[in-house]
């Protein structure tokens, strides 16, 4: 059986910057990767969420993982993520994009089949195995509650057990006793991450690796302290920083989502930092948003851990 040396980590699940007109903003995208490589956090770019994969094009999507490699590697992890697929040949050719690009890793998300399906367990199963069998990329598997499921435990371990090259399992759930068992089961031989910041310190003191954020593109020192306070044992600075990550999470989420990339992207050019513009349909929060924005980032001293 394979084990796997404990490395705490956390990463970052990167934003896509556009400019006022909808184009992909290089400059910016590159000036913003600088930042996280300078916090220490390891990326994921190209994602659904914070990466605003689906406004992405092919020859866009090239273009994030072709920068993304420039300025990271050597520096941080780089990890390709990309968006849930409706076929394992999707994923296939995302898997070798990815790969001519020379990103390290990737992220395989689960199938959305549309129209609410879900798939089957050996559905699943068989589109894993047809997208891990087609690439020698060192993969993570991702299972996200938001695909409207999440990847069933005797799944993850026959496909764990079969292939090799996964080298990680990303699980965004919050059901806590399933987040658990994945960590319980594949910690001690692949990297398990959360998807939820809130989960952290559970992932952490269960024997996992660490934690994915969105709220890492704004904060990206702020998530990085919380693991290198963790694994120092500086338990009540590790305390401090992870109560404030934990509110910015909570009260963005709750409010006028700032865990969504528009919240996150208003407040980095409210501090004056790149991270551009979404790409219409979405839009930014409004005055109001603007505003109640503007007052969580004071209360919470957010710019003290951007500047």
């Known amino acids: 059986m394979r084990t796997a040396q404990r490395q705490c980590s956390t990463y970052v699940v990167s934003l896509t910057p556009f400019d006022t007109q909808g184009a992909l903003d290089v400059d910016a995208f590159r000036a913003h990767l600088r930042r996280m490589a300078d916090a220490g956090v390891g990326v994921y770019v190209g994602g659904s969420g914070s990466g605003e994969g ?13 920068v993304a490699v420039e300025e990271l590697r050597g520096r941080v992890p780089v990890r390709a993520m990309g968006v849930e697929p409706r076929t394992a040949q999707e994923l296939v050719d995302l898997a070798a994009l990815a790969y001519s690009c020379e990103v390290e890793v990737l992220q395989i998300y689960s199938m959305d089949v549309g129209h609410g399906i879900k798939p089957t367990a050996d559905e699943l199963e068989c589109y894993f195995r047809d997208v891990l069998a087609a690439t020698d990329l060192p ?3 991702s299972t996200h509650f938001a695909a409207g499921y999440v990847v069933p435990l005797e799944v993850l371990e026959r496909l764990v057990d079969g292939f090799d090259h996964i080298v990680g399992i990303n699980c965004t759930s919050p059901d806590i006793p399933y987040v658990v068992s994945v960590i319980e089961r594949f910690a001690d031989r692949i990297e398990v991450h959360v998807g939820a910041p809130e989960q952290g310190l559970l992932c952490l003191m269960l024997g996992g690796h660490g934690f994915l954020s969105s709220e890492g593109n704004l904060v990206s020192r702020l998530c990085a302290a ?28 709750r409010f006028w989502g700032l865990g969504g990339i528009t919240g996150i992207k208003a407040a980095l050019r409210q501090l004056g930092l790149p991270g551009g513009f979404t790409r219409p349909p979405r839009l930014p929060p409004g005055r109001l948003g603007e505003a109640a924005l503007s007052e969580l980032l004071a209360d919470l001293d957010v710019e003290s851990w951007v500047r």
């Open 54 to 66: 689906y406004a992405l094009s092919r020859d866009e999507m090239q273009t994030v993982y072709r």
């Open 139 to 141: 993969v993570v598997l």
């Open 226 to 253: 919380v693991v290198a306070h963790y694994e120092a044992g500086e338990h009540e600075l590790m305390e401090s920083a992870f109560a404030t990550l934990a509110r910015l999470h909570a009260h963005g989420s």
